[in-house]
Nanobody, 125 residues
Framework: QVQLAESGGGLVQAGGSLRLSCAAS????????MGWFRQVPGKERTFVGA????????AYADFVKGRFTISRDNTKNTVYLQMNSLKPEDTAVYYC??????????????????WGQGTQVTVSS
């Protein structure tokens, strides 16, 4: 079993920055494609971005390109989501995710092997 634990969420003003972390643990954990999704009440979970096993390739949803950056440190089994120039519409619960397949851009929630518990990000105007 693999556990994913997010941290770093909170309240920030529009234009500000936050960095989310996702620590992976578990005896069966191996480096996988890792990513971030977000969800607001009443809507589906939406893909934000992903990073491949080595950390050499990333992919992002259009609405975060140029503002968000995903990185990973495999020595710490941790993935990061650096969020800059935050907007009120970025307010959501952010979920860390892991999957076995290597396709970065095509990632639907049902393809996810493991989810974190989520962390709330609130951007005030």
């Amino acid at each position: 079993q693999v556990q994913l634990a997010e941290s770093g969420g909170g309240l920030v003003q529009a234009g500000g920055s936050l960095r989310l972390s996702c620590a992976a643990s578990g005896r069966t954990f191996i480096p996988r494609t890792m990513g971030w999704f977000r969800q607001v009440p009443g809507k589906e979970r939406t893909f934000v971005g992903a990073i491949n096993r080595s950390g050499g390739s990333t992919a992002y949803a259009d609405f975060v390109k140029g503002r968000f950056t995903i990185s990973r440190d495999n020595t710490k089994n941790t993935v990061y989501l650096q969020m800059n120039s935050l907007k009120p519409e970025d307010t959501a619960v952010y979920y860390c995710a892991a999957k076995s397949s290597v396709d970065l851009m095509s990632w639907y929630p049902y393809e996810t092997d493991y989810w974190g518990q989520g962390t709330q990000v609130t951007v005030s105007s």
